[in-house]
């Protein structure tokens, strides 16, 4: 007969906002299935995790985040980012040299903007057209994904220009799921540009994690050991004191 409880199960969560300069949690709680221990840390990116886990049968897990972030203008001070994030993939992309040469001959902010707006045109808005292990060189050749496939091509042409990149998962006004876009570096901080909404981002964008890429800051990785399948449901729900403009996840 089929027995849809689990046994042993592990989680790791990234659903905290993160510490940074530009944001602080003004109040934050966190509650899980009763019968998960957990307890908070951080990864090596310096991202805030809760690991936990279960041994006890059960069918679900349930967790909620619930907080308010007081917000200042999205700046990092980085003086020496880790050269991580200046290594772009071996792959060459024939189409994307006139964009990457641009980019190289601009100074400043002007050159992650260019390129931000070179991946809002090149892309187009599509959900269930890619997943976690869509390639890039897949993406590149639909022209077409999510917010997570917009940001890894920006991430990937800002590397390939000279200039330190990296991806950046959290939650932006509206219900729905989480956002994705980039980070940038222009020799002193971090600057944020949403490549799916072609917006430079100046506040209203939460911060949970960044990384390489998505694989290094999913918001929810685990096992678990059962005869069961797998469904999951997340919902996200951020307001702010005034929202002027509709954004694609």
Known sequence: MFNPSIGQHNIQLRCLPARETFQKAVSETFTISECFW??????????????????????????????????????????????????????????????????????????????????????????????????LRDVIAMRQGVCQDYAHLMVEICRKAGLPARYVCGLMIGEGATHAWVEVHDGQCWYAFDPTNDTAIATGYIKLAHGRNANDCPVSRGTYIGNTLQRTIVSVSVTFPQTTKQHKR
């Open 38 to 135: 957990h307890g908070e840390g951080l990864d090596g990116f310096g991202n805030r995790i809760i690991s936990g886990g279960t041994r006890e049968r059960h069918a679900t897990l349930e967790y909620i985040c619930r907080g308010t972030i007081k917000q200042s203008t999205y700046c990092i001070p980085d003086a020496e980012p880790h050269p991580i994030f200046s290594l772009p993939s071996e792959e060459r992309f024939d189409v994307l040299e006139d964009i990457i040469s641009e980019a190289k001959a601009l100074h400043g902010l002007d050159a992650p903007l260019a390129v931000m707006h070179y991946v809002h045109r090149f892309m187009t808005y599509r959900p269930g057209t890619t997943d976690i292990n869509t390639s």
